[in-house]
């Protein structure tokens, strides 16, 4: 059973609003912008940013301050211990490049789902998401492909524990609605996602088995509507991202 964290430390979460300010930042800020943005005092800021500085999370340059490249570094670390990225990054490329069209792999946390790769093929489309980004699982192909492998009882804590946004009209946010088509999913391996994260864009995915329980992935192709649709969205494209998804499962499992 997943376990919903009952309190955060306001510090630690200054610290982190500090550094993700600087990151959607154009431009490097100054302690007085940023406090002002934070609704913080100038020597909390300053604090913070002196910690976050110390510690190489932060760069000054001048009077002002942007994040380093220390984040990338963690998370690029987490992402190759990782068995299924080090098996599945390859598989991905190929698929790119054999299909033209642009590959993700998706994994679970906690109750997101966050694309822990994505290979652009040259002439393909680019995803409006980003690799580490948590996004919600009801609202792509790869995220219903992972909820499908779930069991009903931790399909249910997610739904319960998830704000079902509905980005665009298309979006499922029923809860009965959204389970009868991951029975769907699960009788047939693939998910497909019309328009329900972005407009105009589809998308088409499979679960990965392997023998890590704790993560949880899925492997899809998404592209814009006017290249991916009919007989060659459901039969050609389809296809291709199920023998991925074997070949994948026989690296991992053996099977």
């Not at 009077?63 to 998370?75: A, I, K, N, T």
Request: glycine share 8%; proline share 4%; hydrophobic share 35%.
């Amino acid at each position: 059973m997943s376990e919903t964290p009952g309190y955060t430390i306001d510090s630690t979460e200054t610290s982190l609003d500090l550094l993700e300010t600087l990151v959607d930042s154009a431009d490097p800020m100054g302690v007085t912008a940023l406090a002002d943005r934070l609704g913080v005092s100038k020597s909390v800021a300053y604090n913070h940013l002196s910690t976050l500085r110390t510690r190489g999370y932060v760069i000054k340059r001048g009077d002002r301050y942007e994040p380093s490249l220390r984040s990338l570094d963690l998370g690029s670390r987490t992402r190759t211990a990782m068995p299924l990225y080090e098996s599945a990054r390859r598989h991905l490329d190929n698929l790119a490049a054999a299909s033209g069209e642009t590959t993700v792999l998706f994994v679970l946390e906690e109750n997101s789902g966050v694309p822990v790769y994505i290979a652009e093929a040259g002439e393909g489309w680019s995803p409006r998401f980003h690799e580490g980004q948590r996004l919600p699982l009801h609202v792509n192909a790869p995220g219903k492909a992972i909820l499908a492998s779930l069991s009903d009882e931790r399909v249910d804590e997610i739904l319960a524990a998830t704000d079902l946004v509905e980005p665009t009209s298309a979006t499922i946010t029923q809860h009965d609605e959204l389970k009868a088509a991951l029975r769907g999913v699960r009788e047939d391996t693939v998910a497909f996602c019309r328009g329900e994260q972005y407009e105009g864009i589809v998308g088409v995915a499979s679960p990965v088995t392997n023998n890590d329980v704790d993560r949880v992935a899925a492997l899809g192709i998404c592209g814009p509507v006017d290249r991916l649709n009919g007989r060659y969205l459901e039969e050609d494209i389809t296809g291709q991202v199920l023998s991925t998804a074997k070949s994948i499962q026989v690296d991992l499992t053996g099977q």
